[in-house]
């Protein structure tokens, strides 16, 4: 079990800035944790997406490992509007179980609500296989945006009480550094799963790794009991603060305006990318896998790259939250090439783009998480993280049918990524105007 007292409680006094590695022994297990459980749930996104461009009322042809196999399989008829309004109730359900989520984390604490929304996702993802039409797939969908919503608010809550202010972007950037292992992993398993067992079998893949995950956590994780005083890392404890009274926050405002406009983007990379692919470069369902991989892994180094980048800027002199806002400032500006990739013609220029694009959006992932305990005392952060949530999922549930319609209609992705070149700095203008150096909210006691 991860010894959370043991390195505190001996202390006389208060620890000194420069004794963070000694703050909560086990950290970086718990950090290691959410990872996995990241990369789990990304997986269990991502199938559908992949699988997309071969679900078109067409026969898949099984490559057979035994004699006797099935060599054929039907697929269920999607067009792009049909996909975009399942991934839009894969949103608005995910917008839902957020508002709940936040606080069940903040009420249970990360110990058991954590494996609770883990396994109410998981359950939903393999419940895909189950599906014989469009509408089958739109309830299965919602049910697993109720489900991974909660995956985040815990994450986040768990890194406010693990580690201090100045390790937490990085530890924000390695566990979200999960969604895109689990982006990377889905492209290299989906499709050979699919090809020899059916797509059918390609969404039961991961529900023993969540069942191994649960466990684990269960065993390994406890809520620190005491923490030292300059890392504010302290036991979440009950609140007077009615949660909807954060809404009257600034700050609040300007992480959830930063969520609405950001998050559709990272979901556009996630369910349309593979449909790009496939029609702009006529990549099937064999060889789509390198092009995403090479996406997602760029995208990893990001997340690790954007959390270091605020620890970057505070050796030049820069105070926390300055730097916390160059990185973000940072990341937006690399996004803008992105803006171009609609009219490629080299499938690996695209590549090149997307991949940097990706990388920025999840360094600036890492950093937006990361004001939220910047901003609020830890007791409210997963309501708060569940505000931001809530928003980057209504934002996506409004751009995936709007995405539908123009793909459908024009097969055309040039607004898609003019808005993604855009939405960062956007953003960005937005939560410095509502928040101006990210300044902590002082909270009412009622």
């Not at 000694?22 to 944790?33: E, K, N, S």
């Not at 079998?201 to 991961?206: E, G």
């Not at 890392?231 to 954060?246: F, G, Q």
Request: aromatic share 12%; with cysteine.
């Amino acid at each position: 079990m991860a010894n959370s007292t043991g390195p505190v409680e001996n202390r006389a006094e208060p620890m000194e800035e420069g004794e963070e590695l000694q703050a909560l022994r086990g950290r970086w297990t718990i950090c290691a944790m959410l990872f996995v459980a990241t990369s789990i749930n990304y997986m269990d996104r991502q199938v559908l997406s992949i699988l997309k461009p071969a679900l078109s009322g067409s026969v898949i042809h099984l490559q057979p490992l035994l004699p006797g196999w099935p060599t054929v399989e039907t697929s269920i008829h999607l067009t792009d509007v049909q996909y975009g309004n399942i991934l839009a109730a894969f949103q608005i359900a995910y917008a839902l179980g957020v508002v709940f989520a936040g606080r069940l984390v903040d009420r249970l604490g990360c110990r058991k609500g954590y494996p609770i929304v883990t396994g109410l996702w998981s359950l939903a993802a393999m419940g895909h296989a189950l599906v014989n039409s469009v509408l089958g797939f739109g309830i299965a969908r919602f049910l697993l945006g109720l489900g991974e919503s909660g995956n985040f608010p815990a994450a986040v809550k768990a890194t406010a009480e693990w580690f201090p202010p100045k390790e937490r972007a990085l530890a924000t950037g390695l566990f979200n550094s999960g969604a895109s292992v689990g982006a990377i992993l889905a492209p290299l398993t989906v499709p050979w799963v699919a090809l020899h067992f059916g797509w059918r079998a390609a969404f039961l893949i991961t529900g023993l790794f969540s069942a191994i995950w649960i466990v684990w956590w269960s065993i390994r994780y406890r809520t620190p009991e005491r923490a030292a005083a300059m890392c504010e890392v302290v036991t979440a404890k009950p609140s007077t603060l009615a949660w909807w009274k954060l809404l009257r926050y600034r700050q609040a405002w300007g992480f959830m305006l930063g969520k609405f406009l950001t998050d559709p983007v990272w979901w556009f990379f996630l369910f349309w990318l593979p449909q790009y692919f496939n029609s702009r470069f006529n990549l099937d369902l064999s060889h789509i896998g390198l092009p995403l991989v090479v996406v997602y892994v760029s995208s990893t180094v990001g997340s690790v790259g954007g959390g270091w980048l605020p620890k970057k800027f505070l050796s030049f002199g820069m105070p926390l939250r300055s730097a916390r806002l160059a990185a973000m400032l940072t990341c937006a500006c690399l996004v803008v090439p992105i803006a171009v990739a609609g009219g490629l013609k080299s499938v690996w220029f695209a590549v090149a783009l997307l991949s940097l694009a990706a990388a920025a959006h999840q360094g600036w992932s890492a950093n937006i998480f990361t004001t939220a305990s910047d901003m609020f005392p830890a007791e409210h952060v997963g309501t708060v993280v569940s505000f931001g949530q809530v928003a980057g999922a209504l934002g996506g549930a409004i751009f995936q049918p709007i995405a539908g319609h123009i793909l459908q209609f024009t097969h055309s992705f040039v607004p898609l990524f003019m808005y993604s070149a855009s939405a960062y700095l956007i953003a960005l203008l937005i939560l410095r105007t509502l928040a101006p150096g990210l300044k902590r909210a002082e909270l009412a006691s009622s």
